[in-house]
């Protein structure tokens, strides 16, 4: 693996709070990473250190092998935070065409117009007349200006609409084509089902699961097998197998929970009930989420 983020027993405090516990992870080239939690998990803590914007109180944060603050790693890495900050007194193109003459290979700013949804009147526009959205649209082209190849993004959605947010998850999934490393962090889980191969999930300030979406979603004892069956055959014999935690109709298909799927389908076909349309369901990420992260408390 390529490494381009990598964490040694990171820790961060503050007087005598422990935002970030000792934790560890490395995160290859071209894998598109959401960090999750909930509110003061150390997400952006994290964040904020990877970013160089803190120091660790202990442990050792390298991007491309380097300290985060040093030059040569600045010009390859782009960053989109919550807070949406923007310099007065100039046209938004006048703002990029500054940032891009900061990096060695920025990319041509028809691209970024194309890749960010910025429009001609947008880039006339003086920044402090700029709407929320158009912002956020400017605050995405600063962060793709430079042509990073380390893309970072805290909560990087909010305040879009339906299409922004469309049209932003879009142009992740051709940056990640491309082989760009992305890591963000948000609190919409549907956001990173769809668009992260992998998920650190925080809990106080520590990593209580790393995987991909899939893996964490097997973790829950939720899992389902549903199906369509003639809705006039009765289902107490599937009640004699001890597998079979619960069983319910909903939406004119039966649901049976188990934490053993694949024993319910040859069960399924061991009684011959007719089943039609048999369906699998690992579970949610939010039941997921809330499961592995319930009863956190609250720090910074």
Do not use: C
């Not at 007087?15 to 598109?32: C, L, P, R």
């Not at 944060?61 to 310099?87: A, C, N, W, Y």
């Not at 549907?190 to 209580?208: H, N, S, T």
């Not at 790393?210 to 004892?221: E, N, Y």
């Amino acid at each position: 693996m390529n490494k381009i983020v990598s964490l040694t027993n990171v820790t961060k405090s503050f007087q005598h709070k422990t935002a970030v516990n000792d934790v560890s992870f490395t995160i290859g080239k071209g894998e598109v990473v959401a960090i999750l939690g909930p509110n003061g998990a150390g997400k952006t803590t994290t964040i904020s250190m990877i970013l160089g914007l803190l120091k660790p109180t202990a442990g050792e944060v390298q991007l491309f092998d380097h300290q985060p603050h040093e030059k040569q790693v600045r010009e390859k890495i782009g960053t989109m935070l919550q807070e949406v900050s923007v310099m007065p007194g100039l046209k938004v193109r006048e703002i990029l065409e500054l940032i891009r003459s900061y990096y060695p290979k920025p990319l041509p700013i028809q691209q970024l117009i194309e890749l960010t949804g910025l429009t001609e009147q947008d880039m006339k526009t003086m920044a402090e007349k700029l709407s929320g959205g158009q912002k956020r649209r400017l605050s995405f082209a600063l962060a793709l200006a430079g042509n990073p190849e380390l893309i970072i993004f805290d909560e990087p959605t909010v305040g879009m609409d339906i299409t922004s947010r469309n049209r932003f998850w879009e142009t992740i999934h051709h940056l990640a084509e491309q082989g760009k490393t992305i890591i963000f962090s948000t609190h919409y889980l549907q956001e990173a089902d769809d668009a992260a191969g992998r998920i650190l999930l925080f809990k106080d300030g520590a990593i209580v699961a790393d995987g991909t979406p899939s893996q964490i979603k097997a973790r829950i004892s939720k899992q389902s097998v549903s199906f369509i069956v003639d809705p006039e055959l009765p289902l107490e014999k599937l009640f004699l197998h001890s597998e079979i935690d619960d069983i319910y109709r909903k939406n004119n298909r039966v649901y049976i929970q188990s934490s053993n799927t694949d024993r319910v389908l040859e069960l399924l076909f061991q009684e011959k009930i007719g089943a039609r349309d048999i369906q699998i369901e690992r579970g949610k990420l939010e039941e997921a989420f809330e499961q592995l992260t319930s009863g956190a408390k609250e720090a910074i």
